[in-house]
């Protein structure tokens, strides 16, 4: 089916299953109880997980595959923010034009910046693409604020020309859509004491990275793909045997770059703002760590990586003492004092600590990314003598992050 | 918005057809008409503060705060400011009866994640009011989302003179201050302390507030003192050593350092210029002299002995002796062992007020929280300022006197402090000491001022 | 001219900080081939070590005073400092002062310490693992160092005054014979470039001179074989990265007076020191400290008014644009030698 067999079918159906049912997935907690603090599942975090699975999929095809390491990838992702934002601004608020328009620009800069920072490799090469963002980064955020808006970030203003939608000036700000479904539109089921929320704009999303995902399968599965590991395992024998494989990198890294700009133009059409940090330093690392952490060069690696770092972000940092009180409320009072005293340091600002820990942990115990994780526990099952598929007890090991 | 609720109800058919499981459902948008009515006897608001990076330990001040007005909102404490603000709509039984609760989030001090954090309270908890953050970039950004999402946001501490002006939104408010009142405030008492005609270098953060403070201050210095400015050079932001961007300073014939910057790049800037001896010069006649426009208790704490006799401003300052603050003062004090900062006091004040909104609105919905805020039902007005715009919602007992609340642009007019580094503090927490309170009609300016143009607060947005 | 006088002073400075973080981050890249992404953490907790020892110094009984009044109407508790007590006040006094040059030797054992025990207890595992791995290790472990300041020290910047007889500017203007008071510079900017030289010589003269230094940089060259020879590289990598751990607390030290340390300076401090050394080529302890300076002074430069005008931004985005022309010029950096880190 689709060009696929075996493990990567499997694997595929198994990620759309995740991405169809992730409102449900991610809100296991019901409404009321002290546990749906750890509910993810609203429309704006499921956005984000599979926005920042796109981006972390697309850096894969370069760091997994060639092994080289971009330090400057944010500036893609900032890049296709900015070029969606504009396209909403000046021609419409649909979000295909400007979608097409972030992955073009972001397409662009990739190949000029991949063509110059190719020419030198390891370490010299993530520095040239570092300095490149943070360059970028820097003149957004202060020179370039006529076209960026600086430190407030890009946004809709009413007074926008917005030439294809007719142009009046409307009395709220318009929202984005797609022929009419706007991205915003939720709808909510109850069951019980539990609330799903479907969103528009995160199926959208969905589907787009689902296909991204799918891209990247044949992509590893390619001849294309192959010359790329090759080129990981020796470059310099390839260059022996008479072949240029400068072209091939360079490839690599311009749908990289076009993964991250279709990523970037995603977060402004859920969310039509575009601020200078989506290029900074941090930005650029996050993406390697998502990648590393799920496991660099494996398929699902980087899309479950991407979703536990905007978990932590998004959920830990909420955990406050209020919260940790009204968990540990059934345990006697001493009891309960000690107990938020020991989970204070690593919840609601001390969020970072447990995201430090965890890097440690994780790299420490699973070289290899949780991807390895999830292998050793299929391992562990077919050891038992259940014949669980490898790709399948992998992914069904693994948190619901996407 | 018809056209919204038809095919929401389309979808909603469909989901139940396609679900088959899904019990009968329903919008809560639809029954009340906005965004995240609250259900049941509790209301949720959101309190969006930076809790990692540079502005931490201000972020973590003001969830002081509001942690103490969700305390005295609901009864609990010795109610602090109820008991001197102006109106008595507030009797510590929550919100309209509803028990006042609360989530928390960090924004990092970056726009993006602010609002990452602020959408996740308003779609996943509920949060019927967005309030907090300590720079101006992530709080224009979180009220544009407001706007759209249909909540009120209530701006914590934000001096750029664009959250009121070209960024203005009919769901937002501000009480804090703001660069141009800094300008208006510091005019005359600098005029006064270092003379007019002198000359002044400018260091400006080279992002949009940096901008707004140092075109106001060179506007009010220009016109009040007759100042001239030498030079304006722009600073990266963090750049933590400043010494290339001092040294210029040496033989520029300034006589006055003006420091357009904020948190730990003021510490920082600051520190080094006393270290380079700008104070101990002698220029053009005039002992040299360095003015920070906007001040906070931590960057003071920060900069140490450096802060010693320098000018700068203020929304609000503990040492005030009207009866609000010093109530204020006392809860904090007592709760937590030492006074509140300016950010705290402005993000606590912000809580009451909203919750005396709608109170006297007597409703939840946003449009109802604006009409209240603007006092449309019982317009008030400042004495002593003749104008057309001077017009809103008018109160007292918040410490800063009597305040208005603009109609026109939802910027809070009040008494501005003049502060000065303490030349001989008794502890960490009075390193800065009241100079002048500069009367509102100082600090006044029309919503036209050029400074604050261009922007629209457009129509309040209830959300669906 | 006074203008140009300053800021290669002002570069020079900057130089000297850039230099020290580079040069401890080049003996772990060039003898363990560890990317380190905690580097900046080790600086940062440096200059801890400063902020700690002003503390401790600064530990003090409350005695009340009944003439003044605190913000809540009680009499107010007056501090002091238990070091008052055993040396007497203007020993006291004289210690509390000078209690940044002071850290320096809190500091020495501390940062040997935290090397070794980080080198022995993770990063030694690490050696045989993809640089990749090492990033993530080192990156989290930065970010705990990095949360226990903050728990301890919150995320305020510290005052960390220098001692009051090095706090003032020395006018160069006279000596040099321009005008009085046109050239005038910190003293304690001054202080630490002099410091910069000490530690820089000292580190080069270790490596030169010492049977120790020369067997690691043996090691460096090629490390199988010295171990062929019988030779206990191991343990001299581990004290390496104890040496490399001090030259970065004991940078962190002596800055505190001129950037008051806050928990997050070592994450400002990572992305730069790491384009220095890759500047100064990798595995080049030489190129690490030409790079420092370089970059220092030509970053002083493009802040000055003259270029900002001409160039907008300039300021912001020379070390990176200087970066990559030298990257792209010379392929591995200034003095890089071949091979090191480039797959």
Redesign the interface.
């Known amino acids: 089916m689709l060009g696929l067999h075996g493990r990567d079918l499997t694997l595929f159906l198994v990620v759309t299953a995740l991405v169809v049912f992730a409102p449900v997935i991610l809100n296991p907690f019901p409404i009321g109880s002290s546990l749906a603090q750890f509910n993810a599942g609203y429309p704006d975090l499921m956005q984000r997980f599979v926005i920042y699975g796109i981006f972390a999929i697309g850096f894969n095809i370069l760091f997994g595959l060639t092994g080289y390491l971009s330090f400057g990838h944010a500036a893609f992702l900032g890049l296709g923010s900015y070029a969606a934002v504009w396209m909403f601004k000046l021609l419409s608020m649909n979000v295909i034009p400007a979608l097409i328009l972030s992955t073009v620009v972001a397409g662009l800069f990739a190949l000029v910046i991949g063509f110059i920072s190719l020419r030198r490799s390891g370490i010299y090469f993530s520095i040239l693409t570092l300095a490149f963002a943070q360059m970028m980064y820097a003149l957004a955020y202060s020179v370039l604020t006529p076209i960026t808006n600086g430190e407030t970030g890009l946004q809709l203003a009413l007074d926008d020309p917005r030439i294809l939608d007719g142009g009046e000036r409307p009395t709220s700000l318009p929202v984005t859509d797609l022929f009419g479904l706007e991205m915003r539109e939720t709808t909510v089921l109850h069951m019980g004491s539990w609330e799903f929320t479907i969103g528009a704009g995160y199926y959208f999303a969905g589907i787009l990275m689902l296909i991204a995902f799918y891209l990247s399968i044949r992509i590893f599965r390619s001849p294309f793909g192959m010359m790329l590991r090759a080129v990981k395992s020796n470059q310099n024998r390839m260059n022996y045997t008479g072949l240029n494989t400068r072209p091939y990198t360079l490839a690599a890294f311009v749908i990289s770059g076009m993964y991250a700009g279709l990523a970037g133009g995603l977060l402004a059409a859920m969310d039509p703002l575009a601020g200078a940090e989506r290029m900074q330093w941090t930005a650029s690392g996050e993406v390697v760590l998502m990648t590393i952490l799920g496991g660099a060069g494996t398929l699902l690696g980087p899309v479950l990586g991407a979703g536990l770092i905007k978990y932590f972000e998004n959920i830990f940092s909420k955990i406050n003492d209020g919260v940790l009180h009204a968990w540990f409320g059934a345990v006697p009072d001493g009891m309960e004092d000690v107990l938020v005293t020991v989970f204070h340091p690593f919840v609601g600002k001390g969020w970072h600590l447990t995201l430090g820990l965890m890097f440690m942990a994780v790299v420490i115990f699973l070289p290899g990314g949780l991807v390895e994780g999830g292998t050793r526990i299929g391992r562990l099952f077919r050891r038992r003598g259940r014949n669980a598929g490898g790709a399948e007890a992998e992914a069904a090991a693994k948190h619901p992050a996407e | 918005m018809s056209r919204?609720f038809t095919?929401?109800g389309v979808?909603?058919t469909g989901?139940v057809a396609a679900?088959g499981?899904?019990?009968?459902?329903?919008?809560?948008a639809q029954e009340s008409g906005y965004t995240n009515a609250p259900q049941g006897d509790t209301v949720v608001l959101g309190f969006n503060v930076p809790?990692?990076?540079?502005?931490?330990?201000?972020?973590?001040d003001e969830?002081r705060a509001f942690e103490l007005a969700v305390e005295h909102l609901n009864g609990e404490g010795d109610g602090g400011m109820l008991n001197t603000f102006s109106n008595k709509n507030l009797d510590g039984t929550g919100i309209l009866g509803k028990r006042v609760e609360?989530?928390?989030?960090?924004t990092q001090t970056?726009?993006?994640?602010a609002?990452?954090?602020a959408?996740?309270m308003i779609?996943?908890d509920g949060a019927i009011m967005i309030s907090g953050g300590s720079?101006?970039?992530p709080a224009?950004?979180v009220q544009?989302?407001c706007?759209?999402a249909g909540v009120i946001f209530m701006a914590g501490l934000t001096h750029s003179n664009?959250t009121t002006g070209k960024?203005k939104k009919a769901n937002g408010f501000r009480h804090f201050f703001n660069a141009y009142m800094s300008g208006a405030a510091l005019g005359p008492v600098l005029t006064q302390a270092y003379g007019e005609g002198r000359r002044a270098y400018h260091l400006t953060a080279?992002?949009?507030?940096g901008w707004t403070q140092q075109a106001s201050i060179e506007a009010a210095m220009g016109s009040i003192g007759n100042w001239e400015m030498v030079?304006n050079?722009?600073t990266?932001?963090?750049a933590?050593?400043f010494?290339?961007?001092i040294?210029?300073v040496?033989?520029s014939g300034a006589d006055i350092l003006v420091l357009n910057h904020y948190g730990?790049d003021m510490?920082?800037s600051l520190?080094?210029a006393v270290?380079?001896?700008l104070r101990?010069?002698q220029v053009n006649g005039h002992d040299f002299q360095i003015v920070v426009p906007l001040y906070s208790e931590?960057m003071a704490?920060?900069?140490?002995?450096?802060i010693k006799g320098v000018y700068g401003s203020m929304n609000w300052n503990?040492?005030l002796q009207d009866a609000g603050s010093q109530a204020f003062?006392?809860s904090f004090?007592?709760k937590f062992g030492f006074?509140p900062s300016n950010a705290a006091h402005t993000c606590y004040v912000q809580t009451l007020l909203y919750a005396d909104a709608v109170a006297r609105a007597g409703t939840f919905n946003p449009c109802g929280v604006v009409e209240a805020l603007e006092g449309r039902d019982t317009p008030g007005s400042l004495e002593g300022i003749d104008s057309e715009s001077n017009t809103g919602f008018l109160f007292d007992g918040l410490g800063n006197g009597q305040t208005l609340y603009r109609a026109a642009d939802h910027q809070c007019f009040k008494d501005v402090l003049v502060m000065k580094g303490a030349e001989a503090p008794?502890?960490a927490?009075?390193t800065l000491e009241i100079v002048e309170v500069t009367p509102t009609a100082q600090v006044w300016y029309e919503p036209d001022n050029p400074m604050f143009e261009g922007g629209?607060l457009?129509?309040c947005?209830p959300g669906a | 001219m006074d203008a140009f006088l300053l800021q290669i002073l002002n570069g020079l400075d900057k130089g000297s900080a850039y230099a020290l973080i580079a040069l401890g981050l080049t003996l772990i890249f060039g003898t363990l081939g560890v990317v380190n992404f905690a580097h900046g953490a080790l600086f940062m907790i440096g200059a801890f070590c400063a902020v700690t020892l002003n503390a401790i110094l600064g530990l003090s009984h409350q005695v009340t005073d009944p003439e003044r009044t605190d913000f809540l109407g009680n009499p107010l508790q007056v501090d002091v400092p238990y070091v008052y007590d055993i040396f007497g006040e203007s020993a006291g006094a004289w210690i509390l002062d000078w209690s940044v040059p002071l850290a320096i030797l809190l500091a020495i054992p501390v940062m040997l310490v935290i090397g070794i025990v980080m080198e022995r207890g993770l990063i030694r595992h690490f050696y045989k693992r993809p640089h990749a791995d090492q990033i993530l290790v080192t990156f989290g472990l930065a970010i705990v160092l990095q949360e226990i300041i903050k728990a301890f020290y919150g995320a305020n910047p510290i005052p960390t005054p220098a001692p009051d007889a090095l706090r003032g500017s020395v006018d160069f203007g006279a000596w040099l014979g321009l005008q009085a008071g046109s050239v005038i510079y910190p003293v304690w900017r001054l202080v630490y470039f002099f410091f910069a030289g000490i530690i820089i010589a000292g580190v080069f003269a270790f490596l030169q001179f010492t049977t120790f230094g020369m067997v690691v940089r043996a090691g460096m060259a090629d490390r199988e074989t010295v171990g062929l020879l019988g030779i206990d590289i191991d343990r001299r990598f581990t004290l390496m990265f104890g040496l490399a751990a001090i030259v970065a607390g004991l940078a962190g030290v002596m800055y505190t007076p001129i950037l008051s340390p806050n928990y997050h300076m070592g994450m400002d401090f990572l992305v730069l020191s790491f384009v220095v050394v890759v500047v100064g080529g990798m595995g080049s302890l030489p190129g690490a400290v030409a790079a420092g300076f370089l970059l220092g002074i030509l970053q002083s430069f493009a802040s000055m008014n003259a270029v900002k005008s001409l160039l907008p931004g300039i300021d912001q985005i020379i070390i990176y644009l200087v970066a990559i022309v030298i990257l792209l010029t010379r392929p591995r950096g200034l003095l890089g030698r071949k091979g090191v880190m480039e797959e």
Not at chain 2, 102 to 106: A, F, L, N, R
Not at chain 2, 206 to 209: A, G, L, P, S, V
């Open positions: 919204h095919r929401r979808l909603r989901a679900g499981l899904a019990l009968p459902t329903y919008l809560r809790q990692t990076g540079a502005y931490a330990d201000e972020g973590a969830l609360y989530v928390t989030g960090d970056k726009s993006d994640i609002r990452a954090s959408q996740s779609q996943r720079s101006s970039g224009v950004a544009a989302l706007q759209e664009d960024d080279d992002y949009t507030w030079e050079v722009l990266p932001v963090g933590g050593d010494s290339s961007y040294a210029p040496l033989n730990g510490v920082n520190t080094q270290q380079f001896g101990d010069r931590l704490a920060g900069a140490g002995e450096a503990w040492q003062t006392r004090g007592e006074p008794t502890s927490y009075d629209d457009g129509e947005n």
